[in-house]
Nanobody, 120 residues
Framework: QVQLVESGGGLVQPGGSLTLSCAAS????????MGWYRQGPGQQRELVAQ???????DYADSVKGRFTISRGDAKDTVYLQMNSLKPEDTDVYYC??????????????WGQGTQVTVSS
């Protein structure tokens, strides 16, 4: 089993910053990619940012230039630095890991979600 544990959500004013962190643990054979998705009420979960094993990144157009995903010093840890936050960034943010839990099989794993609220 693989577990993803997130932290760092909260309430922030427009223009402010937050950092989310996610740590993967358990039966990890290899990590393909780790990233962040967000989902609002009645909405589909959408990709915010992803960091693949080779160091490549993908960002949603709406966050480019404001959010930065990076690998932590600890093994299988990823951060999302969110700057210049806007009210429309308000959502539940989910950490995602595309992880091999054995030599031959990988799956999508999800954290429990952390609420980010941008409001004055």
């Amino acid at each position: 089993q693989v577990q993803l544990v997130e932290s760092g959500g909260g309430l922030v004013q427009p223009g402010g910053s937050l950092t989310l962190s996610c740590a993967a643990s358990g039966s990890i054979f290899a990590v393909i990619a780790m990233g962040w998705y967000r989902q609002g009420p009645g909405q589909q979960r959408e990709l915010v940012a992803q960091l693949n094993r080779g160091g490549g990144t993908d960002y949603a157009d709406s966050v480019k230039g404001r959010f930065t995903i990076s690998r932590g010093d600890a093994k299988d840890t990823v951060y999302l630095q969110m700057n210049s936050l806007k009210p429309e960034d308000t959502d539940v943010y989910y950490c995602n890991g595309k992880i091999y839990d054995s030599r031959s099989s990988w799956d999508d794993y999800w954290g429990q979600g952390t609420q980010v609220t941008v409001s004055s």
